[in-house]
Nanobody, 127 residues
Framework: VQLVESGGGLVQAGGSLRLSCVAS????????IGWFRQAPGKEREGVSC????????FYADSVKGRFTISNDNAKNTMYLEMNSLKPEDTAVYYC?????????????????????WGQGTQVTVSS
């Protein structure tokens, strides 16, 4: 199983980026999937997730209204559309998934319970 992220980069505050995560050897549809981020000196946090139970979405309060998660089943690709970016969004962003976890909408699973991770893509937002 391999997850490969792309789309990170350097952007000015207020700008937009779209992250992509392509899976091979694993199907996103019907499984717990999501985006996490980790800033220097901070713990990895769940940014946005899709629940395996009903496909419901969750967004951290810090990104609500600005980020949108989606999944294209035909392409087996997960996206994170990020708008109105702020300097505090600067972090390495990871996509993650799990083949067995039954997750519910309302939060992201804790990072340590997810089996599959991408290599990460750096997002830097300048002020």
């Amino acid at each position: 199983v391999q997850l490969v992220e792309s789309g990170g980069g350097l952007v000015q505050a207020g700008g937009s980026l779209r992250l992509s995560c392509v899976a091979s050897g694993f199907t996103f549809d019907g499984h717990a999937i999501g985006w996490f981020r980790q800033a220097p000196g901070k713990e990895r946090e769940g940014v946005s997730c899709i629940a395996s139970s009903d496909g419901g979405t969750f967004y951290a309060d810090s990104v609500k209204g600005r980020f949108t998660i989606s999944n294209d089943n035909a392409k087996n690709t997960m996206y994170l559309e990020m708008n109105s970016l702020k300097p505090e969004d600067t972090a390495v962003y990871y996509c993650a998934a799990d083949p067995f976890l039954v997750s519910k909408a309302g939060n992201c699973p804790r990072a340590h319970v997810l089996d599959y991770w991408g290599q990460g893509t750096q997002v830097t937002v300048s002020s």
